[in-house]
């Protein structure tokens, strides 16, 4: 099983300012990697796929990097509507699994 | 427009069942993948099971085998999660989630969960 791990658990920081969101695999998953947004109370949102893809109607602010065992999530210029959890997921194999989460909320 | 809509939650009592149902419209459960994934209270995702989309296919989270089963009815366009032996763990909001249109196992499309509490 592969597991993802998710650093940090949680991110302190301002609108307008930067995050950036890790996740590591325990094998490489090749660029096989999606980024989910989270807020309270609703489900999962897609936001990036194999790696690098933005899904439809996610803003460019987003961006996913990375490929082997570390991915990188960069959300430049923090809008409100962006504090939430993120979770990353991989399909190298079954099972699929999430990495914990971060949490970004307002410092 | 895509929907899902999951329905069957409820409290029910260790060692009991449930059968939560996925109603899916707008697309055909035989053009995708569906995935079910759980969120215990105040904790993250864990993936629970996926029947490929031309149902020939399915995989279940390994402590789940033998418990739990997804299967489809393609007639009336909805996804099925037997879930039996219930324990205390297995409370959590359980969603339906439809692949991505790349055929690639991410989840583009969720429905609102419904809620299993298990408790006596």
């Known amino acids: 099983e592969v597991v993802l791990t998710q650093s940090p658990a949680t991110l302190s920081l301002s609108p307008g300012e930067s995050a950036t969101l890790s996740c590591r695999a325990s094998?490489?998953?090749?660029?096989?990697i999606a980024w989910y947004q989270q807020k309270s109370g609703q489900a999962p949102r897609l936001l990036i796929y194999e790696a690098s893809r933005r899904a439809s109607g996610i803003p460019a602010r987003f961006r996913g990097s990375g490929s082997g065992t570390d991915f990188t999530l960069t959300i430049s210029s923090l809008e409100p509507e962006d504090f939430a959890v993120y979770y990353c997921?991989?399909?190298?194999?079954?099972?699929?699994?999430f990495g914990g989460g971060t949490k970004v909320e307002i410092k | 427009q895509v929907q899902l809509m999951e329905s069957g939650g409820g409290v029910v009592q260790p060692g009991g069942s449930l059968r939560l149902s996925c109603a899916a419209s707008?697309?055909?459960?035989?053009?995708?993948?569906m995935h079910w994934v759980r969120q215990a209270p105040g904790k993250g995702l864990e993936w629970m099971a996926v029947m490929t989309y031309d149902g020939k296919s399915e995989y279940h989270i390994e402590y789940a085998k033998g418990r739990f089963n997804i299967s489809r009815d393609i007639s009336k366009n909805v996804l099925h999660l037997q879930m039996n032996n219930l324990r205390s763990e297995d409370t959590a909001i359980y969603y339906c989630?439809?692949?991505?249109?790349?055929?690639?196992?991410?989840?583009?499309?969720w429905g609102q969960g419904t809620l299993v509490t298990v408790s006596s």
């Open positions: 997921q991989h399909r190298y194999n079954w099972p699929l699994t």
């Open positions: 989630a439809r692949i991505h249109r790349s055929g690639w196992d991410y989840l583009d499309s």
């Open positions: 707008g697309f055909n459960l035989g053009d995708f993948g």
């Open positions: 094998q490489s998953v090749v660029r096989y």
